[in-house]
């Protein structure tokens, strides 16, 4: 299994409160990426990053943002957290190329 | 916009039988094709794999076959197992794009026996 760690596991935080979800990876992978994942609307890409500093926006990255300051962490934070923002959110990661993306366990995160 | 859409949220197949599951995709960029599975709170697990330039990839039970023409792919399950069953994502990624996936929205595969 890819080395891959989600952190928390799972969050209840009330609307307003800033979030940082944490993914740890110790492959050494380029690509690391955020998903969330809806019913109805499968994975969607929300922020991913293609090296240390290096980031880019998916199709759904409002109200979110990241950061990439070493190769084996990748934080998505909510800077203001909103019930459309209850989910559950994977992180992934990849090497260079076309190739599968390995995923971590998942973040289930409750906006009240 | 929905790039790779999953049409049937669920199947239900008997143990033994063949388990046929969809995906079509609009954006021809696309040149990479995986599927993923996923149990209940765990992570999407890759299955398998199709490149552009291929028409078909089979790994054990599971076959993968891609109709460019179409922009149609579909993942073959022979014979299906309770233990297949899950919920499958079909995945699309065009070289350029900086790897990243694009996924459809899930087939849940219920294999009874």
């Known amino acids: 299994d890819a080395g891959i760690t989600q952190s928390p596991r799972h969050k209840v935080t009330e609307t307003g409160t800033p979030v940082t979800l944490r993914c740890h990876q110790t492959?050494?992978?380029?690509?690391m990426y955020w998903y969330r994942q809806d019913p109805g609307h499968g994975l969607r890409l929300i922020h991913y990053s293609y090296g240390v500093k290096d980031t880019d926006k998916g199709e759904v990255s409002d109200g979110y943002s990241v950061s990439r300051s070493k190769t084996e962490d990748f934080l998505l934070t909510l800077e203001s957290a909103t019930s459309s923002q209850t989910s559950v959110y994977f992180c992934a990661i990849s090497p260079t190329g076309p190739t599968e993306a390995f995923f971590g366990q998942g973040t289930r995160l409750t906006v009240v | 916009d929905q790039q790779v859409k999953q049409n049937s949220p669920s199947l239900s197949v008997q143990e033994g039988r063949i388990s046929i599951l969809n995906c079509d995709y609009t954006n021809s960029m696309f040149d990479y094709f995986l599927w993923y599975k996923k149990y209940p709170a765990e992570g999407p697990t890759f299955l398998i794999s199709?490149?552009?330039?291929?028409d078909k990839n089979e790994d054990g039970r599971f076959t993968v076959f891609l109709n460019k023409s179409a922009k149609h792919l579909s993942l073959h399950i022979v014979p299906s197992q309770p233990g297949d069953s899950a919920v499958y994502f079909c995945a699309a990624t065009d070289a350029g794009g900086g790897n990243k996936l694009t996924f459809g929205t899930g087939t849940q595969l219920k294999v009874e026996l």
């Open positions: 199709i490149s552009s330039i291929k």
């Open positions: 492959e050494n992978h380029r690509y």
